[in-house]
Structure formats: structure tokens, C-alpha cells
């Protein structure tokens, strides 16, 4: 049986999760909510690659991405500038975009990925 690893568990959550060659990273969010929607989008892809990194692997191995947007008329074109400008070239995961109620009235983007481990 293959191990299950958990990265940054607490009672509620694990940040993210590899099992089996592929990383599940929760949905993630800037720290900074004072920023535009570019500044939280950038700020979350930077938390991304973090936990892929602690995972072992990084961006070029996304296979699937679910974005969440507050407020997706607003704010869909700017996202999708800095998600261009972050993607690895040729590596463009299958991708998901929806405008939803955020948990906090602050957040304007949240991020889950999935991806392959280099292993």
C-alpha cells in the first residue's frame, strides 16, 4: 500500500496532500487581501508553487486547476493576465473558472491545483 503524505495538516485541513504520483493543494488564497485581483491572483500562484515545491514538483507538472473568482465580470481578464504570464510554457493544465461566494468578503480568487510528482 502506497503512503499517504500530508503537508501542513491541522485539525480542519491539509494544505495539500500527495498520494500515489499526484499532489492535491487545497484551495489557496492571498495573504494580502488589501491587493487587486492581480496582486491576490500573483500572491496565490506564489503559495502554489510553494506547496508543489514541498510536495516535489512544481508548475510545469499541473494537470488541473479549479479557480474561483467573486467576481468573475470584473475581474476575469486581469486573473487570466497573470495566470498567463505564470503558467510554464507548453505545460498549460486543464482549467476551470467560476465566480463564486468567497469564505471571507476580502478574498477575491481562490486556487486549487492538482498535479504529477516527478516521481
Not at 6 to 26: F, K, L, M, W
Request: charged share 25%.
Amino acid at each position: 500500500m502506497r503512503d499517504i503524505t500530508r503537508i501542513e495538516t491541522d485539525p480542519r485541513r491539509s494544505r495539500a496532500v500527495v498520494y500515489n504520483g499526484v499532489v492535491y493543494v487545497g484551495g489557496m488564497t492571498a495573504e494580502d487581501r488589501s491587493l487587486d485581483i492581480a496582486g491576490q491572483t500573483k500572491q496565490t500562484l506564489e503559495k502554489i508553487e510553494g506547496y508543489l515545491e514541498k510536495a516535489g514538483t512544481d508548475k510545469s507538472r499541473i494537470l488541473t486547476a479549479q479557480i474561483w473568482i467573486k467576481d468573475l465580470e470584473r475581474d476575469f481578464a486581469a486573473m487570466n493576465e497573470v495566470w498567463n504570464a505564470w503558467t510554464a510554457p507548453n505545460a498549460a493544465p486543464t482549467r476551470a473558472t467560476a465566480q463564486c461566494e468567497m469564505g471571507a468578503p476580502d478574498v477575491l480568487v481562490e486556487i486549487i491545483v492538482t498535479a504529477a510528482t516527478k516521481g
